[in-house]
């Protein structure tokens, strides 16, 4: 081995022996509480082997939240994404009030989440909420709806409240992305007669690849595993319409009290998001001649 | 020789005189007022027993389910946990909340505990929790609402029915009832399950018994009932119901309580707060009921001096004179659950107590007659936490409410969950 690679290697093993620790070691507890029957944390089961997994497959209550975290990602990526690019588009131009609005849309994003569930739970009200007044006084609705009253209500309501939260977020990374594009590009196309639509698809989109990448792979992780606006909100429902995978294993661990089944359920989780990050990184990972 | 060794025995004695007995008090009373006055009465108890240490630690019912036998396996649980009867099999199959039926009983003949309280503690021979307060579902409405609408306020279903329909114009909701996938709604739909003579879940064999007319016909009723509560109630929890109320947004809820609410949101015209028992099902009169909460502690260390240490104080605070103070930490949300205890001035005395009286002595009353799911003539079995922490009924509901489905199917599927859910 050279000695660069010594060197290297000394650098980064700190780091890697504290991953190893915090993610691999879990991730084998987990795994072999998954081949017993422990019910209660603490307590002790009999070993099943991979009964745990087969039973795992032939249960709805498995395929319905898989498809909720599918329907919540593809939901979440196609708000978020239209709402950070309108927003970091709109800052990326020189208008009066630029700073004060790039500062007051990144509030969603530091509020405590508890704080943003109580917010739109109010709002959303029925009884007393601001959202129903208006639809009502504007004329789109007749009387008070209930937003989380039904599944697809509830999970559209969700999808939005949860883009309201990170889209300002993610537009600060496209913003960062947008100011690295070089300006004359702009005036250049500008000259040649190109119109907004032309030099987002021609110039802001093709440069901005490197920074989409990222956003898609960590934003699509961070979208499957929000639990906190879904649980406190929600909690899973109505009618487990708005269980995803996060809240099923909660749910399954310290509700139905199966540990054991939970720790099945985050194994499979687990490498299902290994599967997808791997397939992303590979077909999606902008080449170096792009 | 001697005088050294003498000196070293004294030294050793006084510093076994002196060892304090620390008392981990863990409860979910977090509102500040609350918090306060569970302190107070800590530091008078602290203060008049130097040997022993007893401090307070705020948990919530939202985690203390999954904490509670997390802190058990990591050796970190706390001598003494307030909890629900559902709560308790858990901790009790642990091996972690000990048997306390001698302790009950020696505070029974002092205080002389109500009967239902100690049915929901009490099974696998051995009583698992000391009784703390009880509380009882009642139904809330404004006298001046039923007056307005010339109707009397309800006695049976029937009447509910009349009522919430008369009661829904202008914006307001005849009734408020919850159809979320939580404990709320677990509390209300079985409190027309016992109306309807369908409280007990369980056979004496531990086969469930939760598909039967009786049941089918309280899910109906409410069924029926939701149609007049608020679009957004199948994400409510109590809360969100005592908020309709206190707004005038609600005509009628069931409600532990809404004297808090009322008497700081809503003007507080005591003489116009109506609050009677749930409505019985026609013909049914002989079951009225409702469900009701027996909160208690349970003391979760074997460790013989931090049992008596826990024993003192759990004693000092049922004592009249400080129990009235304790279960008054929300005064007219918590219910004396001794002969005693509701005799105790330092309950009556408080000043919304004295607002609220004839309130409360409804309350009081309703609550004597409360059952809970599990819970009922010594037919309980550990797997009831399964069905509990599940929100089972609940979920049971959100089928007919949310889904559709008839209350016969939604009550036959229902049955079939909570048979995969204990076994």
Request: with cysteine; glycine share 6%; aromatic share 12%.
């Given at each position: 081995?050279?000695?660069?690679?010594?060197?290297?290697?000394?650098?980064?093993?700190?780091?890697?022996?504290?991953?190893s620790?915090i993610i691999l070691v879990p991730i084998y507890i987990a795994f072999e509480l998954s081949l017993f029957n422990v019910k209660i944390i603490g307590t002790s089961g009999k070993f099943v082997g991979i009964d745990n997994y087969i039973k795992l497959f032939g249960k709805s209550k498995f395929l319905n939240a898989s498809l909720n975290s599918f329907y919540w990602i593809i939901g979440n990526a196609?708000?978020?994404?239209?709402?950070?690019?309108?927003?970091?588009?709109?800052?990326?131009?020189?208008?009066?009030?630029?700073?004060?609005?790039?500062?007051?849309?990144?509030?969603?994003?530091?509020?405590?989440?508890?704080?943003?569930?109580?917010?739109?739970?109010?709002?959303?009200?029925?009884?007393?909420?601001?959202?129903?007044?208006?639809?009502?006084?504007?004329?789109?609705?007749?009387?008070?709806?209930?937003?989380?009253?039904?599944p697809n209500?509830a999970f559209?309501?969700l999808v939005?409240?949860n883009?309201?939260?990170?889209?300002?977020?993610?537009?600060?990374?496209?913003?960062?992305?947008?100011?690295?594009?070089?300006?004359?590009?702009?005036?250049?196309?500008?000259?040649?007669?190109?119109?907004?639509?032309?030099?987002?698809?021609?110039?802001?989109?093709?440069?901005?690849?490197?920074?989409?990448?990222?956003?898609?792979l960590?934003?699509t992780l961070l979208s499957f595993n929000i639990f906190d606006i879904i649980w406190l909100i929600t909690k899973g429902g109505p009618s487990s319409a708005t269980t995803t995978l996060p809240l099923l294993i909660y749910e399954t661990a310290f509700t139905k009290f199966r540990i054991s089944q939970a720790a099945t359920l985050s194994i499979v989780t687990s490498f299902l998001l290994l599967l997808f990050s791997i397939i992303f990184i590979?077909?999606?990972?902008?080449?170096?001649?792009? | 020789?001697?005088?050294?060794?003498?000196?070293?025995?004294?030294?050793?004695?006084?510093?076994?005189?002196?060892?304090?007995?620390?008392?981990?008090?863990?409860?979910?009373?977090?509102?500040?007022?609350?918090?306060?006055?569970?302190?107070?009465?800590?530091?008078?108890?602290?203060?008049?027993?130097?040997?022993?240490?007893?401090?307070?630690?705020?948990?919530?019912?939202g985690e203390?389910y999954a904490k509670a036998p997390a802190?058990?396996a990591?050796?970190?649980?706390?001598?003494?946990?307030?909890?629900?009867?559902d709560?308790?099999p858990i901790?009790?199959d642990m091996?972690?909340?000990?048997?306390?039926?001698?302790?009950?009983?020696?505070?029974?003949?002092?205080?002389?505990?109500?009967?239902?309280?100690?049915?929901?503690?009490?099974?696998?021979?051995?009583?698992?929790?000391?009784?703390?307060?009880?509380?009882?579902?009642?139904?809330?409405?404004?006298?001046?609402?039923?007056?307005?609408?010339?109707?009397?306020?309800?006695?049976?279903?029937?009447?509910?029915?009349?009522?919430?329909?008369?009661?829904?114009?202008?914006?307001?909701?005849?009734?408020?009832?919850?159809?979320n996938k939580q404990?709320?709604?677990d509390?209300?739909?079985?409190?027309?399950?016992?109306?309807?003579?369908?409280?007990?879940?369980?056979?004496?064999?531990?086969t469930l018994?939760f598909?039967?007319?009786?049941?089918?016909?309280?899910?109906?009723?409410?069924?029926?009932?939701?149609?007049?509560?608020?679009?957004?109630?199948?994400?409510?929890?109590?809360?969100?119901?005592?908020?309709?109320?206190?707004?005038?947004?609600?005509?009628?809820?069931?409600?532990?309580?809404?004297?808090?609410?009322?008497?700081?949101?809503?003007?507080?015209?005591?003489?116009?707060?109506?609050?009677?028992?749930?409505?019985?099902?026609?013909?049914?009169?002989?079951?009225?009921?409702?469900?009701?909460?027996?909160?208690?502690?349970?003391?979760?260390?074997?460790?013989?001096?931090?049992?008596?240490?826990?024993?003192?104080?759990?004693?000092?605070?049922?004592?009249?004179?400080?129990?009235?103070?304790?279960?008054?930490?929300?005064?007219?949300?918590?219910?004396?659950?001794?002969?005693?205890?509701?005799?105790?001035?330092?309950?009556?005395?408080?000043?919304?107590?004295?607002?609220?009286?004839?309130?409360?002595?409804?309350?009081?009353?309703?609550?004597?007659?409360?059952?809970?799911?599990?819970?009922?003539?010594?037919?309980?079995f550990t797997s009831i936490s399964s069905i509990s922490a599940q929100n089972l009924l609940a979920q049971t509901l959100q089928l007919?409410?949310i889904d559709?489905k008839?209350?016969?199917d939604a009550?036959s599927e229902g049955m079939e969950i909570m048979t995969e859910a204990i076994e």
């Amino acid at each position: 081995m050279k000695k660069n690679n010594i060197e290297g290697w000394l650098f980064v093993s700190p780091l890697v022996i504290w991953i190893s620790l915090i993610i691999l070691v879990p991730i084998y507890i987990a795994f072999e509480l998954s081949l017993f029957n422990v019910k209660i944390i603490g307590t002790s089961g009999k070993f099943v082997g991979i009964d745990n997994y087969i039973k795992l497959f032939g249960k709805s209550k498995f395929l319905n939240a898989s498809l909720n975290s599918f329907y919540w990602i593809i939901g979440n990526a196609i708000c978020q994404t239209f709402f950070a690019f309108t927003i970091a588009l709109t800052i990326n131009y020189k208008f009066p009030g630029k700073k004060i609005m790039a500062n007051w849309i990144i509030l969603s994003f530091i509020i405590p989440t508890v704080v943003v569930v109580v917010i739109w739970k109010l709002m959303l009200s029925s009884s007393s909420g601001v959202i129903n007044s208006v639809l009502i006084d504007i004329g789109l609705l007749d009387e008070a709806t209930g937003f989380f009253s039904s599944p697809n209500k509830a999970f559209i309501s969700l999808v939005l409240i949860n883009s309201w939260r990170w889209s300002p977020f993610l537009a600060l990374i496209i913003l960062s992305g947008l100011n690295s594009i070089n300006r004359e590009m702009y005036d250049a196309s500008k000259v040649d007669g190109a119109n907004f639509v032309q030099q987002f698809l021609f110039i802001t989109f093709p440069n901005l690849k490197s920074v989409l990448f990222v956003l898609g792979l960590v934003g699509t992780l961070l979208s499957f595993n929000i639990f906190d606006i879904i649980w406190l909100i929600t909690k899973g429902g109505p009618s487990s319409a708005t269980t995803t995978l996060p809240l099923l294993i909660y749910e399954t661990a310290f509700t139905k009290f199966r540990i054991s089944q939970a720790a099945t359920l985050s194994i499979v989780t687990s490498f299902l998001l290994l599967l997808f990050s791997i397939i992303f990184i590979k077909s999606m990972a902008p080449k170096e001649d792009d | 020789m001697k005088k050294i060794l003498l000196f070293f025995i004294t030294i050793l004695f006084s510093l076994n005189a002196y060892a304090v007995t620390n008392v981990t008090f863990w409860h979910m009373e977090g509102v500040p007022h609350r918090v306060d006055r569970i302190q107070t009465l800590i530091d008078e108890f602290n203060s008049t027993n130097p040997d022993i240490n007893v401090t307070q630690e705020v948990q919530n019912w939202g985690e203390i389910y999954a904490k509670a036998p997390a802190s058990v396996a990591a050796g970190t649980a706390p001598e003494i946990l307030v909890g629900i009867p559902d709560f308790t099999p858990i901790l009790a199959d642990m091996g972690a909340a000990q048997p306390v039926e001698d302790f009950v009983a020696e505070l029974d003949s002092k205080y002389g505990f109500y009967q239902k309280a100690l049915d929901q503690y009490t099974y696998n021979g051995h009583t698992w929790a000391v009784p703390l307060w009880n509380m009882g579902l009642s139904l809330w409405y404004r006298k001046s609402d039923f007056e307005t609408a010339g109707i009397e306020p309800p006695k049976t279903w029937s009447d509910l029915k009349k009522a919430a329909k008369a009661l829904t114009k202008d914006g307001v909701y005849g009734i408020g009832l919850p159809g979320n996938k939580q404990l709320y709604t677990d509390q209300t739909i079985y409190s027309f399950m016992v109306n309807s003579g369908a409280e007990e879940i369980y056979n004496s064999d531990g086969t469930l018994r939760f598909d039967n007319p009786q049941t089918v016909a309280a899910y109906d009723v409410y069924k029926e009932l939701y149609q007049y509560s608020a679009p957004d109630a199948a994400n409510w929890t109590w809360g969100e119901a005592e908020a309709c109320f206190a707004s005038k947004g609600c005509a009628m809820i069931l409600q532990f309580t809404v004297i808090s609410t009322y008497d700081s949101q809503a003007g507080g015209d005591a003489s116009d707060l109506g609050v009677i028992q749930i409505p019985y099902a026609n013909g049914k009169a002989h079951r009225a009921g409702t469900v009701s909460y027996v909160n208690s502690a349970m003391i979760m260390t074997a460790d013989e001096a931090k049992m008596e240490a826990s024993k003192k104080f759990l004693s000092f605070l049922m004592e009249p004179g400080n129990y009235g103070r304790f279960i008054n930490m929300e005064p007219g949300l918590f219910l004396p659950i001794t002969e005693a205890g509701s005799k105790d001035s330092t309950y009556w005395d408080d000043p919304v107590v004295v607002k609220y009286k004839s309130q409360v002595e409804t309350m009081l009353d309703n609550s004597t007659r409360g059952s809970l799911f599990g819970f009922t003539n010594g037919n309980t079995f550990t797997s009831i936490s399964s069905i509990s922490a599940q929100n089972l009924l609940a979920q049971t509901l959100q089928l007919t409410l949310i889904d559709g489905k008839s209350a016969k199917d939604a009550v036959s599927e229902g049955m079939e969950i909570m048979t995969e859910a204990i076994e």
